[in-house]
């Protein structure tokens, strides 16, 4: 475990932590983030999430009936992730505090790791925790922010990122994130209320600004905090993910890269 991953995981700790009890998630989010996989890769399976946050992505694939559904997470989010299943009726379930990039087991049917990767200090360690713990014959998922696409939020929040996230939690969400994303809210706003027009569609995080436009003020702002509270992100392009795709561990022919909203990839496959 490296120090800049602990306190990564300390960071998003304190913004899991407070937040009202149940999943920031809808269930249509959920499904279009493990797209191509769904409950039928689910049910009767066990399934591993690596970095479970508060577990607002575990109460909804609990709803897919997994044989088992375990989750770790380096941080004090646990507890509220422990909150949240129990609050959620969930069954067959355990959260443990664990180091994901050095995490060993049996092997599960699915693996997947959810915005994790890319705020870790060696990003291709945690992709080979995930196919270590995914059992030969068993599926693989990931997400990450890409590089393609993200150039404003490079240019203009990542520098801001570096201050921010040395500040107490409370000023970076209520002092930073509120005022910083209430502009981000209207210009999202505004895109999907013109959506359809041809010449808008090169502006800036349009794919992006389309779909988190259907949310409220209040998940932009959990964004933002996110953005802004995390000591590391990193963005990577479709290249890295191709060649950590190529490992050995990887079928072939099951592999897949598929770009989300304009600025983020999914990727995965079935593990050899």
């Given at each position: 475990m490296s120090a800049s991953d602990q306190r990564t995981?300390?960071?998003f700790a304190s913004s899991w932590n407070n937040l009202p009890v149940g999943s920031v998630y809808t269930a249509e989010q959920v499904a279009d983030w493990f797209a191509p996989l769904g409950p039928d890769d689910v049910r009767g399976r066990r399934v591993l999430e690596m970095g479970c946050g508060n577990a607002s992505l575990m109460v909804h694939?609990?709803?897919w009936e997994p044989a088992r559904l375990d989750g770790i997470d380096l941080g004090g989010s646990v507890d509220s992730?422990?909150?949240n299943l129990t609050a959620s009726g969930a069954r067959n379930w355990s959260v443990e505090r664990a180091d994901l990039v050095s995490y060993s087991s049996d092997g599960y049917d699915v693996a997947y790791s959810i915005g994790v990767l890319h705020h870790l200090a060696e990003p291709r360690r945690g992709f080979d925790a995930v196919l270590r713990n995914t059992r030969p014959g068993g599926r693989f998922h990931c997400w990450v922010y890409a590089r393609e696409g993200n150039g404003v939020v490079i240019g203009l929040v990542d520098p801001l990122r570096r201050v921010a996230s040395r500040l107490p939690w409370w000023i970076t969400k209520y002092g930073l994130a509120t005022p910083l994303v209430f502009p981000y809210y209207l210009y999202a706003k505004l895109l999907r209320a013109m959506a359809g027009r041809p010449w808008l569609r090169s502006a800036p995080l349009y794919e992006y600004s389309l779909w988190i436009a259907e949310r409220e003020f209040a998940f932009f702002r959990h964004v933002a905090f996110d953005q802004l509270?995390?000591?590391r992100t990193v963005y990577l392009p479709r290249v890295t993910?191709?060649?950590?795709?190529r490992d050995p561990r990887v079928e072939p022919a099951s592999a897949y890269v598929i770009m989300r909203n304009g600025n983020s990839w999914k990727f995965g496959g079935r593990r050899t």
């Open positions: 995981a300390d960071a694939v609990a709803r992730a422990r909150a509270v995390t000591p993910l191709e060649e950590w795709l």
